[in-house]
C-alpha cells in the first residue's frame, strides 16, 4: 500500500509541478499550458465519481488500477510522442490517471482488523509514501536539467505509470489468489 500510495503521489506531484513547462517548452504559449494543467486537475474531481464504485469487490477495484493506470500511461506517452497533437487529450487522461488516491484510501480502510490498526496503517502509509512521492518533481526536474528535453523524464514518468499499475493489480488479489 504505502508503494503505491508513494506512487500515485509522485505521480501527481510530477504533473502538477511540471506538465505547463513540458508543454510550453515544446512550444504551448504558457496560458494555455497553464489551463491544459487546470483541465487535468478539475478531470480528477468527476473521476473520484466513476472510479468509487468500483471499489466494492476485488475485482471491480482490479478494474478501477487498470482504468487510471492506461489513462496516466496513455497520457504520458502522448505527451512523449506528440505533446501539442492533442493536449486536450492528453491532460484529460492524465487527469483521469491522477484518481488513483481514492483507491488506494478504499484499501487502506478495508485493511485493517480494527480502526487503530486500519489508522497505523493509514498513517504508515501515508506519510511514507508522500515522503517518497516528494522527491518526484526534484528527480523529474533533475532529468530535465540533465537532458535538456522531456524524451527522459517522461519516458521515467511512464515506467513509474506502469509501476503503479502492477503494484496496484497486486493490491487486489485475483479469485484463484484466494482460494490458493
Known amino acids: 500500500m504505502t508503494a503505491f500510495f508513494a506512487l500515485q503521489s509522485l505521480n501527481s506531484y510530477a504533473v502538477i509541478g511540471w506538465l505547463p513547462t ?17 483541465l487535468a486537475l478539475i478531470v480528477g474531481v468527476p473521476s473520484t465519481f466513476v472510479l468509487m464504485p468500483l471499489t466494492r469487490t476485488a475485482a471491480r477495484l482490479r478494474s478501477a488500477f487498470v482504468l487510471v493506470g ?12 506528440a505533446p501539442l497533437a492533442l493536449p486536450v487529450l492528453w491532460a484529460v487522461l492524465t487527469g483521469f490517471g491522477l484518481g488513483a488516491f481514492p483507491l488506494v484510501l478504499a484499501i487502506i480502510g478495508a485493511s485493517g482488523r480494527s ?3 486500519t489508522a497505523a496503517l493509514s498513517t504508515f502509509s501515508q506519510s511514507t509514501g508522500y515522503l517518497l512521492a516528494s522527491v518526484g518533481p526534484l528527480g523529474i526536474g533533475l532529468l530535465r536539467s540533465a537532458t535538456g528535453g522531456w524524451v527522459l523524464p517522461l519516458a521515467v514518468l511512464l515506467v513509474l505509470a506502469a509501476l503503479q ?9 485475483t479469485r484463484t489468489e484466494v482460494s490458493a
Open 115 to 117: 480502526a487503530q490498526e
Open 165 to 173: 499499475l502492477f503494484v496496484g493489480l497486486r493490491l487486489t488479489p
Open 70 to 81: 492506461v489513462a496516466l500511461a496513455a497520457g504520458y506517452l502522448g505527451l512523449l510522442c
Open 22 to 38: 513540458v508543454l510550453s517548452d515544446h512550444g504551448m504559449s504558457p496560458d494555455r499550458a497553464g489551463v491544459m494543467l487546470g
